[in-house]
């Protein structure tokens, strides 16, 4: 995290949200309240930071409901918004491709505090286009307790290069950015937003310590119900619709094959649903995982040229308006995809 200075384009930024207003855009700041606040770019980081933050913080959540975000972007007036914020959280590993022309256009002597929630995990590579089907294995080890044991909740104090020689196998390689989905991961997320917040706001640093610290508490049991219910599961493979569940596989000790690449938008191969239709058959998966954002049609296609059945996961990249209605939120969204991979293994 750094504190940083808007520069001058910021300034255009700013007049045109002025003469923007009441234009587009996600919910509306908490200005004059008297509380932070804070712009995450989807939602999870959102969730996060509105239970560290409690009552002292307004979170905005740029990327609409029912919106995915891998190829959206902010207008004007959203990026005069988040540097008029006291706080900007945003993933990384790529996944918000805009941020980084953004953070180039500011200097270091700004109030906003911006945050990169996936700093100090350590990241895997997947594949972008869909050009081929993309399998992750990952053996369930010994070292990944002995990990969790001893994790420093403030390793995002090291510098995480970006540049990482295995990112970039071939020209379709790139960082997985879907961090969240492990709740592992998610603890040292959660971390970052915390810190990130206590530089903002250090006056009330004992409140978002004893945020976190529940929250945390609630990301453990979640881990411990994710190792409870997968340890016992019969199989270790899963087939998905597109390359977003890495970390989970890693964490857990499972399998992903995914038919598509990190960006859903991308279209497989013939090869690439050849290779899905083969993994199936020698591992006897009986069904295809698919993205609630994503259209059920090539899942659809896939699973009845093979032979088996789909079922819903979620991505947790947004919400849908019925499921913000419903109070849903990371935790039981989770829980929701815990549910059905314990169908999925069976």
Known sequence: ?????????????LLVALSAAGCGGGKESGAGDGKIHVIATFYPLYDFASKIGGE???VD????????????????????????AQVFVYNG?????????????????????????SQGIEPIAGDVDGEAAEEVHFEHEHE???????????????????????????????????VWLSPLRAKQMAANIRDGLIQADPQHKDDYEANYAQLSSELERLHQEFE???SSAPKRQIVTSHHAYGYLSRDYGLE???????????????QAMK????????????????????????????????????????SLEVLTEEQEKNGEDYFSMMRKNMETLAIALQ
């Open 56 to 58: 002292h913080v307004h």
């Open 228 to 230: 409870e219910t997968l």
């Open 93 to 117: 590993l790529g996944l918000e491709g805009w941020v980084d022309d953004f953070l180039r256009g500011l200097d270091n002597e700004s109030e906003l505090v911006v945050v990169e929630a």
């Open 256 to 270: 992903q094959l995914a038919v598509l690449g990190i960006n859903p938008e991308s279209e497989p191969t013939p």
């Open 144 to 178: 990944l307790d002995q990990e969790h044991e001893h994790e420093n909740e403030h390793a995002h104090e090291n510098e995480l290069d970006h540049e990482n020689e295995h990112a970039h196998d071939h020209d379709h390689r790139a960082l997985d950015p879907h």
């Open 1 to 13: 995290m750094r504190r940083i200075r808007t520069a001058a384009a910021i300034m255009i930024f």
């Open 275 to 314: 290779r899905v239709i083969q993994f199936i058959q020698e591992h006897d998966v009986r069904y295809i995982l698919f993205d609630q954002l994503e259209s059920s049609k090539l899942a659809e296609t896939m699973a009845r040229e093979s032979g088996v059945e789909t079922l819903p996961f979620h």
């Open 61 to 84: 959540n740029l990327v609409p409901a029912g919106v995915e975000p891998h190829d959206w972007s902010p207008k004007p007036r959203e990026m005069a918004a988040i540097a008029d």
